[in-house]
């Protein structure tokens, strides 16, 4: 829909701003004849390999230079309404099929500051103008509490993250009520069985602890019955393994280093069914390193009705998730539109993960800006998940713009999973 000349790019600037791990990342804004807006790209620890090139050769500044000399030229006189056109017009500036030229961190600060100065324009809010009159579901947030792996300073829980997520919330206060409580019960438990703990985090403000996969995921799952009976509301248990971060391709083992196990890819699948059993896992994140969709499969089969979900096996890539789709490697995806670099890419994905019945799950990067917009992308996408961590002013930013929106919105209804 284009907006009569209300969201007409009359002006696009970018600068260097500072994201949650102090590292330099791409602001974006744009001002349009009716509206405004502005996005910083957030940045991953664990990359997939298949992800759009976050910087070109040169890294911050040199994605600055061409914006001022390629970038910005095109998309003054533009439409911001017309995200397609923006977002071909940035595949065209960058000419190769990773943005490996101008850096998807600028793609993707342009393409939602495109989003976001469209919907100002309009006087909507993005998540209305993401998803039309369809966009009421709000998600459940998927929080991570407890973590290790490339998220951690120093050796902790090999796994990346032990999640947690309400299945049956009333409202977004509620549901983000169930993770905090769950977050802030944790570490009286981990004190108890790792007496070096002395209160550090992740860089997604998830607990840092030296224990076992199975002394984490044991004391987790005790602290979600607790509050879950208290608070009336069932709470899921779920783990991001991140293997790809364990997986050593020249002995073909994934190596737990905290643990010191090693484990074969048939190691690995029996593990990780024997969690799922043993805990009630009810999601399972990147249980295999990003090519091993075989093994994928296998497990999507073994542990029905556990969401398998895919984030560096898929990197939000369409043509990753045909090959899932086809070879039925997971029946639920990552989506971060980082990944991509394009908020029309990360939508074709949708689609296409909608249309074979996998379950969306919108997420941020561990290195985040205070931008609120992943709410809005949740929402607007109609996802049931949206994964944005439990604390810290980055993730807090998202989560309680969940409130907000559903305070907005008089037939939200809060999303309910695998209750049956
Ligand atoms: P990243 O990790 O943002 O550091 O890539 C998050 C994840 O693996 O889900
Ligand atoms: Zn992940």
């Known amino acids: 829909m284009l907006l009569d000349g209300l969201a007409v790019i009359e002006a696009a600037r970018a600068r260097k701003v500072f994201d949650s791990r102090g590292s ?4 974006v804004e744009l001002e349009t004849t009716g509206g405004y807006g502005r996005y910083s790209a957030p940045a991953g620890a664990s990359v997939g390999v298949h992800e759009a090139v976050a910087f070109p050769r040169g890294g911050v500044d040199e994605a600055l230079r061409l914006f001022e000399e390629l970038v910005a030229p095109k998309l003054v006189g533009m439409d911001a309404s017309d995200q397609k056109g923006v977002d071909e017009a940035l595949k065209e500036v960058d000419g190769t099929p990773n943005f490996s030229r ?9 393409s939602i500051a495109a989003a976001k100065a469209a919907a100002s324009s309009l006087g909507l809010p ?10 009421t579901t709000i998600p459940a947030p998927l929080g991570n509490v407890l973590g290790g792996g490339k998220h951690a300073a120093a050796k902790a829980l090999d796994i990346q993250e032990i999640l ?4 049956n919330a009333s409202s977004a206060h509620v549901a983000l009520r169930v993770n905090a409580e769950v977050h802030r019960r944790l570490p009286k438990r981990i004190a108890k069985l790792d007496p070096t703990f002395s209160g550090g985090k992740t860089d997604e403000g998830a607990w840092v602890a030296k224990l076992s996969a199975e002394q984490a995921l044991g004391i987790v799952r005790e602290v979600c019955d607790e509050v879950g009976d208290e608070l009336g509301c069932k709470v899921g248990l779920g783990i991001d393994v991140a293997a790809s971060s364990l997986w050593d391709e020249s002995s073909k083992v994934y190596r737990y280093a905290g643990e010191g196990v090693n484990r074969t890819p048939d190691e690995q699948l029996a593990f990780i069914e ?24 296998k ?15 898929f990197t939000t890539n369409v043509e990753r998730l045909r090959r899932g789709v086809e070879l039925k490697a997971a029946n639920a995806i990552i989506i971060k539109p980082n990944q991509v670099g394009t908020l029309t890419d990360a939508f074709n994905t949708v689609s296409l993960a909608k249309s074979n019945g996998f379950i969306i799950v919108v997420s941020h990067r561990s290195g985040e800006t205070e931008d609120e917009a992943l709410a809005h992308i949740a929402v607007g996408f109609s996802a049931p998940l949206i994964k944005t961590g439990v604390v810290g002013g980055e993730r807090i ?7 907000r929106i559903e305070e907005g919105l008089p037939s939200a209804s809060m999303s309910t999973l695998l209750l049956d």
Do not use: Q
Not at 24 to 27: A, D, S, V
Not at 164 to 167: A, D, Q, T
Not at 277 to 294: A, G, N, Q
């Open 126 to 135: 993005l998540y209305r103008w993401l998803g039309g009159a369809l966009a």
């Open 274 to 297: 024997g969690l799922v059993k043993d805990f009630r896992l009810l999601y399972v994140e990147d249980p295999f390193h990003e090519e091993d969709y075989d093994s994928f499969a």
């Open 299 to 313: 497990l999507t089969k073994l542990v029905k009705p556990c969401l398998v979900c895919g984030d560096d096996l």
């Open 164 to 167: 947690v997520f309400p299945l």
């Open 102 to 110: 101008i850096g998807g961190s600028m793609a993707i600060a342009c």
């Open 397 to 403: 930013a998202k989560l309680n713009e969940l409130i």
């Open 24 to 27: 330099l990342t791409i602001e």
